[in-house]
């Protein structure tokens, strides 16, 4: 058993998923792959059948060793066999939301240089278009076996290129992390249609030889039942993912034995009481997981930790990755210091896809990658996340966390989510505004009654929001992540008509 500062061993490679998946087929053709999200059951065999004969039409409409192939990545079998034939033709596997914008779609055919793009009709059915225009003609996607898409400080979406050892690697370390065992199924919740959302449920099950458990729609209370009825062993999640499924505990509406040995969970702020409310109303390890699509899962907690160092801690490196914290002249800083985050290791991009953020990735002179996050990395390894760069909300000259003043206002008992964001404002040039979705029959609540609980939390005055923004809904991105850019259209409108409104009376 490593100590508390490592994680166990774990072997991986550099094999794409098609000849993983090809042998596990040939050694056991009708084992469980998959089950739909109409429980209809696929096989391995069925569904290397499915993938045999999309690659027979991609290959058809010209798709070749590093082309690159664009997906409507709905969550269905077509999706999955879709990324199954691409990597039987060493192809690229490009998956984008079905439900992104007809603007942010020709944004990205425009520059992506696709060879043909896959929409699945049905479960089992696709079309596949020949797309017009220049090929990629990068070197880089010799080596490339997923661009995942995510979005650029410009307004332009960025394409993250990985190769296969970056999948593999990442999900033999959460293997590994979680002590899976053969025949432990993976709970499909996250869309398909990013990098870790690719890697950590399609190409975690299918390389491995896990069944893959699809869930949509999102309803907590039957991912629940999904979970126990198929035994899975692992998933990962956002908070709001994980906050519903206590929700859905403590209400009654589900209860059971749930045999997930752990979920991952990470890409915004969560409380130190949700860990804690998962332990005790689902009997689930949730472990908090430091990634991004540029180098996925590269840091988690373990199910053994203590509970308060999984509630405390965003993990300790896996095993070849190197993480520190850096000012900003780039020079690592000593342990226990706050700083830019840094890492570099196996499931480290490729780089950026060109016309898709190329020239932009963010490096020091070693290779360090620079993620944006500030962090504090102790004595003995373990890293916490402790903010973003980019979110820094300057008032007045003075710079306010949003993720420090977040995790305060999490605790109030009627606040279920909450983003805290930048309005302008004339004189102090920025003030912060806190957009809130309360919790059920938590009733009304106004900003004094907000501000005397930053006072019981002991944050600085400066610190205080000075909008309140009650929502309905929560807007996320593709990954399920709370949408920052959006709350903050949201925030500024609101406190743009109030101040209106206040200026005609």
Known sequence: MPDDATH???????????????????ASPDALAMADCQDRLWSRRELHDLASAIAAKLAGAGVFAGSRVLVAARKTPATIATALAVS????????VSPKLGPADLALIEARIGHAAKVLPTDASHVDVIVAEGDRSADPRDAQTVLIGFTSGSTGIPKGVMHGPGALNYATRACAAIAGLQAGDAILGIVPLDSAPGFTFTAHFALSLGHPLILVDPWV???????????????????????????????????????PLRAMAVGGSAMTAELIADADALLGLKALRMFGMS?????????????LEHRQMFDGIPFPGTEEEAFDSDLRVLPRGSRGQAGVRGPS????????????????TADGFYLTGDEIIRDEAGFVRVVG??????IRGGFNIDPAEVEAALLRHPAIAE???????ERKLGEQACAVCRLRPGAGA?????????MATQGVSRKKWPEHLVIVDTMQVTATGKLDKRAMAAVAIDTVERRRAASATV
């Open 418 to 424: 909450i983003a805290v964001v930048a309005v302008p």
């Open 348 to 363: 480290l991009f490729l780089g950026y896809a060109a016309g898709l953020g190329a020239g932009q990735e963010c490096k």
């Open 220 to 258: 907590p209370a039957e991912a629940l039942r999904r979970a126990e009825r198929y035994g899975c062993g692992w998933a990962i999640a956002v908070p709001t993912h994980l906050f519903s499924m206590v929700e859905a505990a403590r209400q009654g509406d589900w209860r059971g034995d749930l």
């Open 8 to 26: 166990p061993a774990f072997e991986w490679s550099e094999a794409r998923l098609w000849p993983q998946f090809d042998a596990l087929t040939a």
């Open 88 to 95: 039987s033709l060493e192809a690229v596997f490009c998956p």
């Open 294 to 306: 540029e180098c996925m899962g590269h840091a988690s907690t373990r199910p053994d930790h203590p």
């Open 445 to 453: 609540i106004e900003l004094p009654a907000l501000l005397d609980h």
């Open 388 to 393: 973003r760069i980019k979110d820094q909300i």
